[in-house]
């Protein structure tokens, strides 16, 4: 069946959200059509104003209202700036600051090393942290990337950046889940508890 231009280029523009295939696509298409009107128009209305009204942080590249200097977590006074916690993503900040534990400032890469997706250092926001340790303010280094191939590679190449400036890097600690079976786990997750296992 061919679709009317309107719905294809819908479904089109959904597909290129990350995580939508084809059906999903298609799926949130048909749902708007049968939508009523302020519906569509409450979604258009949040994506403009989402994209005129948010901006990154030019100090940590966070998530940030449009108009400020720089984000709230930056412009803290109580945040401790001797110690930056390096992630991947706005989405992990929100993540850490769901816990309530980490008082430090963050610095967000905007993605991990992939030399097969063509993504090297000069992609990542990672010159901007080299600059913001050489300021001298930086004791701690947390690179809290993802437990991935990429995220290790990017953590690694992090670490060797970081070697000269005398800050101290950690690496967030990975292991068993808080009421996992050991039975369960897998042998990577096994094997690092093990490497990881800390004094009692």
């Given at each position: 069946?061919?679709?009317?231009?309107?719905?294809?280029?819908?479904?089109?523009a959904f597909?290129?959200?990350?995580?939508?295939?084809?059906?999903?696509?298609?799926?949130?298409?048909?749902?708007?059509?049968?939508?009523?009107?302020?519906?569509?128009?409450?979604?258009?209305?949040?994506?403009?104003?989402f994209k005129?009204?948010?901006?990154?942080?030019?100090?940590?590249?966070?998530?940030?209202?449009?108009?400020?200097?720089?984000?709230?977590?930056?412009?803290?006074?109580?945040?401790?700036?001797?110690?930056?916690?390096?992630?991947?993503?706005?989405?992990?900040?929100?993540?850490?600051?769901?816990?309530?534990?980490?008082?430090?400032?963050?610095?967000?890469?905007?993605?991990?090393?992939?030399?097969?997706?063509?993504?090297?250092?000069?992609?990542?926001?990672?010159?901007?942290?080299?600059?913001?340790?050489?300021?001298?303010?930086?004791?701690?280094?947390?690179?809290?990337?993802?437990?991935?191939?990429?995220?290790?590679?990017?953590?690694?190449?992090?670490?060797?950046?970081?070697?000269?400036?005398?800050?101290?890097?950690?690496?967030?600690?990975?292991?068993?889940?808080?009421?996992?079976?050991?039975?369960?786990?897998?042998?990577?997750?096994?094997?690092?508890?093990?490497?990881?296992?800390?004094?009692?």
């Amino acid at each position: 069946m061919i679709l009317p231009e309107p719905i294809q280029n819908l479904v089109t523009a959904f597909e290129r959200l990350p995580g939508i295939g084809p059906k999903s696509a298609s799926r949130l298409a048909f749902y708007l059509l049968r939508a009523p009107v302020d519906v569509s128009r409450s979604l258009a209305d949040a994506l403009i104003a989402f994209k005129e009204q948010t901006s990154f942080c030019p100090e940590c590249f966070n998530i940030m209202l449009s108009g400020r200097e720089r984000c709230e977590i930056c412009e803290s006074q109580v945040r401790d700036e001797s110690i930056i916690c390096v992630v991947e993503e706005p989405l992990d900040v929100i993540a850490l600051e769901r816990i309530g534990a980490y008082k430090g400032k963050y610095h967000v890469l905007h993605g991990v090393l992939s030399p097969i997706e063509g993504i090297g250092p000069d992609d990542l926001r990672i010159k901007p942290l080299l600059g913001r340790v050489g300021l001298g303010k930086a004791k701690e280094i947390i690179l809290a990337t993802n437990p991935s191939m990429e995220g290790d590679a990017t953590a690694l190449y992090l670490r060797q950046q970081l070697q000269q400036s005398g800050v101290h890097v950690t690496r967030l600690a990975r292991g068993l889940p808080a009421g996992g079976d050991l039975e369960y786990a897998d042998q990577n997750t096994l094997l690092r508890a093990l490497s990881g296992r800390q004094e009692m």
